[in-house]
């Protein structure tokens, strides 16, 4: 290889989240309010609804179709700007999955077996699994680099998967002795970038968990989110003065960070305000704060979809901006791995 430095790419944000069920807290604060802090720091920003991602376990047509458009409304609800932001589902944009073809042929077996995932979610019925959900972090990679995006701010479940698209853009350079595809910074910051399960501070909170008690949704009323928060699993100690007196304390922990995330303080601060108090006092005042935060998201997410023919519109528009910036990608990638451009000359 050249001693030329290495080169400098645009700083450039991309993330997905998949349509698959509805919306939790934990994707609100891992990902969703981060992306609209994100959008005002001057960087380009593009956000995908990443629908060829949920199809990976089979959805019913109807169902992915209500679940693409109610999380395009819960990010424009979240303050994701269609303006401002690139906002658009994954499948428009061909880019995506042709990438992830050249992808399928740079990653390795071996380190696909290692991700923790696709262990998780294929479980004992491994050899059922669809290719599709074996091969998702290739196109998780070609969605980021599709667009040489540098910085993809994630929740902490994602950090395996951006650590294997590193190694495919170190191994594509690599391959092709060129520096094209910039290695990725996982953005990994806050609070929450880890929201736990209201029924056991050992689990994720997550939108597959058979128990709806175990998470918030974005779309429960008022009244949910406090029943939840009341009935969240605690121990009986009162909340510790310092941040080290949560350690062994999964689920006080969890309920710390989430009221410092919505709260946009830090857990220190939460627990110079709460330390020495009780449950009965910090969990009515987290649900007042959640429900504060929240219910007007869940509104504004009910009057969006009033209108799926305007998030229809959106997306399109998204869709262009996206497949301009990702055609020039895909077509010098084609040319470097020695694929000959013959339509269209
Ligand atoms: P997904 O759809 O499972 O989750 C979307 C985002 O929400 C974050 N998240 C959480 N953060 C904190 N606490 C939780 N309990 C929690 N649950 C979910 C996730 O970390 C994620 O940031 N593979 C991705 C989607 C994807 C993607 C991409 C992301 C596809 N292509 C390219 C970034 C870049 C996924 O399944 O996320």
Redesign the pocket.
């Known amino acids: 290889m050249s001693d030329a430095p290495a080169k400098v790419f645009p700083k450039r944000i ?5 349509p ?1 069920g509805g919306l ?1 807290l ?2 609100y ?4 309010k981060r992306f609209a802090v994100a959008q005002d720091e001057g960087i380009e920003t593009v956000y ?1 609804l ?1 629908d060829l ?1 949920a199809i990976t376990v089979w959805q019913d047509p109807g169902k992915l179709r209500h679940a693409t458009r109610e999380l395009a409304a819960g990010f424009i609800a979240s303050g994701v700007d269609p303006a401002r932001s690139i906002l658009f589902n994954q499948s428009q944009v061909p880019a995506h999955a042709e990438l992830a073809w050249i992808f399928n042929c740079v990653a390795r077996m071996g380190w696909l077996r290692r991700m923790t995932q696709f262990k998780d979610k294929a479980g004992k019925h491994a050899e059922e699994a669809s290719v599709g959900l074996f091969a ?1 972090p290739n ?2 990679a070609a ?2 680099m599709a667009y040489h995006a540098t910085h ?7 950090k395996q ?2 650590e294997l698209t590193r190694d495919i853009a170190i191994k594509f350079n690599h391959d092709y002795g060129v520096d094209f595809f910039p290695v990725v910074e996982p953005v990994i910051e806050g609070a ?5 399960s209201l029924r056991d501070g050992t689990k ?3 939108k597959s968990d058979p128990s709806d008690q175990s998470r918030i949704n974005l779309t429960d009323d008022a009244d949910a989110i406090a029943q939840k928060f009341r009935k969240a699993r605690t121990d009986s100690e009162p909340l510790p003065e310092t941040v080290d007196g949560l350690d062994g304390r999964a689920e006080a922990r969890n309920l710390v960070n989430i009221y410092a995330a919505l709260a946009d303080v830090t857990p220190a601060q939460v627990l110079a305000q709460f330390g020495g108090q009780g449950f009965g006092t910090f969990k009515p005042a987290l649900a007042d704060l959640a429900v504060a935060k929240l219910t007007p998201i869940s509104a504004e997410m009910k009057r969006l979809m009033q209108d799926v023919a305007e998030i229809d519109r959106v997306l399109g528009v998204g869709a262009e901006r996206a497949h301009a910036i990702a055609e020039p990608v895909l077509d010098q990638t084609r040319e470097i791995v020695g694929l000959i451009r013959s339509r269209g000359r």
Do not use: W
């Open positions: 991309f993330s997905g989240i998949q698959s939790t934990g994707n604060l891992g990902a969703l995908c990443v991602h998702y196109l998780m969605d980021i993809v701010p994630v929740g902490e479940d994602q998967h951006l929450a970038t880890r929201v736990m994720k909170m997550s």
